[in-house]
């Protein structure tokens, strides 16, 4: 047996990112991922941009490697067609507004009566119960709603989103682990499960101090930066060309820190020896090390920490991870040849198992029912005259 | 069986954040989970504040129903006991700098040997390969190098950090996940696996559509504050009296957004009509906006555009946070009584599966070698006087 989840089916119902996302990741480890999407129109993301001979990047970077069927599940004949796939799938996985799942005669209820051994994982805004459950959301509603925006950002600026979408790619992590953890339970008992992901929930989870924080010292966090609101120094400094940052994590960093600029004494100076005086001493600290940073280029500073063994890198522009050792060196950026779109990068599989070979190239994302005929053949032992009247009537 | 992962045995020898994250998901799940502490000193993060009676509340946000052993690595005896205990559970996970398992005489092939199953799982800086896998490393480095803090902020303010740890919980979710699909794969094929994961890896996984905007444009994605990249309106809007959100992520909510504030005209304005005119406009549309959303409180427009069904929110704060409806009927803020601490509330757990029963309740986080008795009894069938000798020797 090769990769982790070979022979695993999941019947994939979702649509934009946090789903897409969660169902790319499975793919990695090796599942099976069937789309379902709306004959003619697809998924939503197929119109977002980059576009490239317009054909949206985007869809791409996110769906390659799975297979699309094209099904009308508000037909009666399609709503059947995905009752009788999931019969045969281990997995089903959506991101509709909650009641969308019900409303199409498709909710878990049916779907158990079909397959009482499916795992039935959705990812929502704000989870399937509860007084929002059945609000829309997207990515900027998590970040505001679920407090990231109010800890990011400056204290003079307008609020902050985090530059790539946390709310959405966040809950399709997390739904990542809940279907694994379903699959493994399964593995185990022969029975189902469900799983109801909610972005608001999985941003709450990792607000990582901020939650403590406010409760010891009685007020919201606010916006610090770049720095670290409890370990010191820990942020961007600027050098006499660009910023960079350093992270001093612990009481042996320090020192290393202060021997590599010669202030040695500072690692016995009252204000400054231990972490939670430093961080006290916030401003005193960066004052003095701002003077010494602006001597020197960016790459100067981190050449000299790393030959003393502390943490530090330049700010790297999204320009120069495309030329990174390190990263290149991890096959973390592959290559996609789309017949339309031509041949792009796209970020690699960070899920290094030794039980995953590493691909160089990867395939693209599928047309809109590009496997029809092959998933309704294989699956449910349609034949070709079959799929065709389905498809000249509307239903895929 | 109840939860998950029921049965599920981790030898924990990580520290500080993304390793102890990672595995307090996995108790989520169910997983048993024997953290592996230096006698006397502990886990380095047992040193981060914010404090209260002189104890980390950090610490025990993250550590909150693990177990506690405490060994000296470093001693024959503390590297013999880890090595039986290797033998006796399904996962190992650590989070030293690369090549620090191995000085200690316990290297992946080392355990492997003593359990051919076992599941290795390793978080780093970097990955185990490639010319910077010994650099030592934390979240603003992931940060800074993976591109995330150049996408961040604004224009014209420093570079900014997310304002939580983005490069360690992202790192934790991935590990996650590559453990989760080594047990699965273990449970059909009684082999083990190795997992490599790496925080710089990770956050180019999730940098979204900056890698193929590069691609498309040719120019690196710069900071744009609270707006989305290619979708819009998608932002942060200044009522009359705080900052709110809406998303506009598809031409059904934009139709619902110009009915709301009796903009109809816009939905056929060839400058708005679609999304991507609307994001080549935004400076137009963003000002005549302003115009209008000044003159109410951003409650006001919230309650409008919720009745039309259009996403929107307030930007919470972390104390709005603990008054939330949804957020308390999710049971997302549990609470922990902690002997010294007292009585603190922490992120409930997002991980909502109908096979994973609600606390309302939760642990507190184990002293150093709180469990030793315990565990070494349990697992290792050491005697009280056994153990109480090798505390006086400072094995425990």
Redesign the interface.
């Known amino acids: 047996?090769g990769?982790?989840?070979e022979g695993v089916k999941i019947l994939d119902l979702t649509r934009?990112?946090a789903g897409p996302f969660s169902t790319m990741?499975l793919k990695e480890?090796?599942a099976e991922i069937i789309k379902v999407e709306m004959p003619g129109k697809g998924d939503?993301s197929r119109?977002?941009?980059?576009?490239?001979n317009n054909k949206s990047?985007?869809f791409?970077?996110i769906n390659h490697g799975k297979k699309s069927i094209s099904v009308n599940m508000k037909s009666e004949q399609g709503k059947e067609i995905i009752l009788d796939l999931v019969e045969k799938c281990d997995v089903v996985m959506e991101n509709f507004s909650p009641g969308t799942m019900e409303r199409l005669g498709l909710g878990y209820d049916i779907l158990k009566k079909r397959n009482p051994s499916i795992i039935y994982a959705s990812t929502s805004?704000?989870?399937h119960?509860?007084?929002?459950a059945k609000?829309?959301?997207?990515?900027?509603?998590a970040?505001?709603?679920?407090?990231?925006?109010?800890?990011?950002?400056?204290p003079d600026?307008?609020?902050?989103?985090?530059?790539?979408?946390?709310g959405d790619?966040?809950a399709a992590?997390?739904t990542?682990?809940?279907v694994?953890?379903?699959?493994?339970?399964k593995?185990?008992?022969g029975?189902g499960?469900?799983?109801?992901?909610?972005m608001?929930?999985?941003q709450?989870?990792?607000?990582?101090?901020?939650?403590?924080?406010?409760?010891?010292?009685g007020?919201?966090?606010e916006?610090?930066?770049?720095?670290?609101p409890?370990?010191t120094p820990?942020?961007?400094f600027?050098a006499k060309d660009r910023?960079?940052?350093?992270?001093v994590?612990?009481e042996d960093?320090w020192h290393r820190f202060c021997i590599s600029l010669n202030r040695d004494e500072w690692t016995k100076d009252p204000r400054f020896e231990k972490?939670?005086k430093r961080?006290q001493n916030l401003k005193e600290l960066t004052a003095l090390l701002d003077e010494i940073f602006i001597e020197k280029n960016a790459s100067e500073w981190v050449s000299l920490f790393?030959s003393h063994?502390?943490?530090?890198?330049?700010?790297?522009?999204?320009?120069?991870?495309?030329n990174?050792?390190?990263?290149k060196?991890?096959n973390?950026?592959v290559n996609v040849t789309d017949s339309d779109i031509g041949e792009?990068?796209?970020?690699?599989?960070?899920?290094?198992?030794?039980?995953i070979p590493e691909e160089k190239i990867k395939k693209p994302a599928p047309e809109i029912g590009e496997h029809n005929y092959e998933i309704l053949e294989r699956f449910l032992g349609y034949t070709k005259e079959q799929i065709d009247s389905l498809k000249e009537n509307g239903v895929l």
């Open positions: 047996m990769k982790p989840l934009v990112l990741l480890l090796g939503d119109g977002f941009g980059p576009f490239k990047v985007y791409l970077s805004g704000f989870g119960t509860g007084p929002f609000r829309p959301s997207y990515d900027i509603l970040q505001a709603m679920g407090g990231v925006m109010s800890i990011t950002g400056w600026c307008p609020p902050t989103r985090v530059g790539m979408s946390l790619i966040n992590l997390y990542t682990i809940g694994l953890g379903a699959l493994y339970r593995k185990i008992t029975e499960d469900r799983v109801d992901i909610s608001l929930d999985c709450l989870s990792i607000l990582e101090n901020a939650l403590i924080r406010y409760q010891v010292d007020v919201s966090p916006p610090i930066g770049n720095r670290h409890t370990i820990f942020q961007a600027k910023y960079f940052v350093v992270g994590g612990n960093v972490n939670m961080t790393e063994n502390v943490p530090c890198s330049l700010i790297n522009k999204v320009e120069d991870l495309f990174h050792e390190q990263i060196s991890r973390m950026l792009v990068t796209i970020a690699g599989n960070a899920l290094k198992l030794d039980s």
